[in-house]
Structure formats: structure tokens, C-alpha cells
């Protein structure tokens, strides 16, 4: 598990750049992902920019979410792109990078992503609706540079996150 960087870290805006998917250290760093977010209760996704590293990886896992549809377990991608994006929708949504905030932001219903798999290289594409599109689209931007910050919908739909403990 790595630490969590949160805005305004610069490596937070500062798009990321592809990595070769065989290199050993990747596959460590791709582990790093998923362990960092199976460390944060309800956290479906964590993108490398997010624990310091400027390769375009991210991972998430929807499973057992009460709003998804689609779900493919668990994702770990490399040099992933957006193929295909439609019918967008406005939800709140959050992030690790800002715990402080939740915000309204339009996502596609519905994307397809491809990306090579960590250690081999292999490419894979992805079908999501709903919840998992939302959730890949948000990783994608943080590889990007972007937070969900950046795709309010008004600077009156930024909201100071409710602690249910």
C-alpha cells in the first residue's frame, strides 16, 4: 500500500504517460494499486498518479456496489483509452485525492475502454454501464490530470463530504 497524494499535489494535474506493461516493476506498482484501494473502505478505484506515479494505470472493482450494473471484478489496466462514451449522466461522486468533497458530475451511462493487462501486455476492451462507467471514466482522468473537481457541474454542486460513522 502506498500513500495517497491529494490536491493540490501536481501530480494530480500532470497528465500520465505510457508505461511498458512487462517491466517487473510495473507489476509491483500495479499490486501497489490494489492494495491501496482494498486499504480504503468503500473505495472502487485508484488511479497511479494517486500514489505518485505518473504511468497511465489505474484499478477498480465495482463488485457488491449497491448502484452498479455492470461489473467485471477486478480491473488492473495499463495505457488505457476510451474507445467509445454515451449518454451522460449527472451523480455525485468522490475521490481519495479530495476526502474533504463530493460533487455533481456528468459521466457517460455507458463506455468502452481498452488497455493492455500488467505482465503480459495482452490487450483487453471493457463494456460498462452505469456505476462501473462512471467509475472507469473518473480513473481514466485522473491519467489524464483531472479530477472530478475540474467536471463539476457548477461551482454549486461541490459539496463538503457527510461522515456516516
Do not use: W
Amino acid at each position: 500500500m502506498r500513500a495517497v497524494h491529494r490536491a493540490p499535489d501536481a501530480i494530480l494535474s500532470t497528465p500520465a504517460i505510457e508505461a511498458d506493461p512487462t517491466d517487473p516493476q510495473i507489476l509491483q506498482a500495479c499490486a501497489d494499486l490494489v492494495a491501496t484501494m482494498r486499504a480504503h473502505a468503500g473505495c472502487v478505484g485508484v488511479a497511479a498518479p494517486q500514489i505518485g506515479l505518473g504511468i497511465r494505470a489505474f484499478c477498480l472493482d465495482v463488485t457488491g456496489h449497491r448502484k452498479a450494473k455492470s461489473s467485471h471484478g477486478l480491473v488492473v489496466l495499463m495505457n488505457p483509452r476510451l474507445v467509445d462514451a454515451h449518454d451522460p449522466v449527472l451523480a455525485r461522486e468522490g475521490c481519495l485525492s479530495v476526502p474533504d468533497l463530493t460533487g455533481d458530475v456528468r459521466r457517460p451511462a455507458f463506455v468502452v475502454v481498452r488497455g493492455q493487462v500488467p505482465g503480459t501486455g495482452s490487450e483487453l476492451e471493457f463494456r460498462a454501464d452505469a456505476f462501473e462507467a462512471r467509475a472507469f471514466s473518473h480513473e481514466l482522468d485522473h491519467l489524464d490530470g483531472l479530477l472530478f473537481l475540474d467536471r463539476v457541474a457548477s461551482a454549486h454542486a461541490i459539496y463538503a463530504r457527510r461522515n456516516y460513522l
